[in-house]
């Protein structure tokens, strides 16, 4: 994976692919990927998007058929060669590498139906970065290799999910989403590069110190936005054996172990303070009162105000 200018690659896709931009989560933001999500009405649309510094992820969802068209037929050309062209139906992925143009045909087969395409856009840096932390590997010797029309279960499903999250909602959405996008391109490298990868075994789980110093960090920055990373590097070890290593220590995910922390905060400050509902949320993380109360519902199944009142009789 030869090393070059990373281009801005979300504002290439969005500028090639037709149809409603549905959903935008941009680099800038969470730093690890971008995803475009379009409809593709019954007549034929065609995008062509060319050579970026990025490889290109592209699936429609089994859901998406639900409301819309079951099957769609698709062409498509990358670097004027035909890689692809027939029936498609749900679930069916397309991988690109980076600094290869894409030239796509397609249209619903079912009359007046809609589908829903969703590009995911993989920035070349973060698999690098995993080449180097989870399999040991020199980058450069890396190719991924491309593929049209393939199922990938686990791919689809960490890939709907990326799509769908809420971006400005949860701090803790970030950790969420990185994990996710730690998850999906360590499988993409073990799964469809040029060289067999293999990933180290977990040996061990966070020693109770390690697990002391990870706490007393989320403690001191609760209201602040805390990602991946940052608490990889409080345990000492790579994002990808941080997320295993943490679960299997605490039995949950850091992303939910969060919630959980911030969940234990607000029950301890609704029955100790008197700080309103908007300052409980600003305090342990949520950006407004009726995020930090869908949060604390869906944890105990009463509102923060209900639980509250609760605790004075």
């Known amino acids: 994976m030869p090393r070059r ?3 801005n690659s979300n504002e290439l896709i969005r500028s090639y692919v037709p149809g409603d931009h549905k959903k935008n989560i941009s680099r800038k933001k969470w730093d690890t990927f971008d995803i475009d999500i379009f409809n593709v009405h019954s007549e034929i649309s065609s995008c062509a998007i060319p050579p970026i510094n990025s490889h290109i992820f592209c699936y429609t969802s089994p859901e998406d058929f639900v409301l819309g068209s079951k099957r769609y037929r698709a062409r498509v050309h990358v670097s004027g060669e035909r890689v692809f062209e027939g029936n498609t139906k749900n679930d069916h992925c ?3 590498p980076r600094l290869h143009d894409v030239h796509w045909d397609a249209c619903s087969i079912d009359k007046n139906k809609v589908y829903k395409k969703t590009f995911l856009v993989i920035l070349n840096e973060q ?5 180097l932390e989870n399999f040991k590997v020199d980058p450069d010797l890396i190719e991924i290799i491309p593929n049209y029309g ?3 279960a686990y791919l689809a ?9 809420d971006r400005t909602e949860n701090k803790e959405n970030r950790v969420y989403v990185e994990t996710l996008t730690q998850s999906f391109n360590t499988h993409l490298m073990h799964h469809f590069t040029n060289r067999k990868l ?3 075994q977990i040996k061990s789980a966070i020693s109770s110190v390690g697990l002391r110093r990870i706490n007393h960090f989320i403690k001191n920055n609760i209201s602040e936005e805390i990602s991946l990373d940052d608490l990889a590097q409080v345990a000492g ?3 990808y054996y941080f997320i295993r290593q943490f679960q299997q220590t605490t039995g949950m995910p850091p992303h939910q172990y969060l919630i959980y922390e911030r969940m234990r905060m607000a029950k301890n400050l609704l029955s100790k303070t008197n700080l309103s509902i908007l300052d409980i949320a600003l305090e342990i993380g949520y950006s407004s009162s009726s995020s930090f109360s869908y949060a604390f519902r869906k944890a105990f199944g009463v ?3 209900f639980y509250r009142r609760d605790l004075k009789y």
């Open 127 to 131: 698999l690098e970065k995993i080449a």
């Open 150 to 152: 393939f199922r990938d």
């Open 303 to 305: 509102t923060p105000s």
């Open 5 to 7: 200018t990373q281009s």
């Open 94 to 96: 397309f991988l690109t």
């Open 157 to 165: 499903n960490a890939a709907n999910a990326l799509a769908k999250t």
């Open 198 to 200: 293999n990933k180290e």
């Open 237 to 239: 070890m790579s994002p």
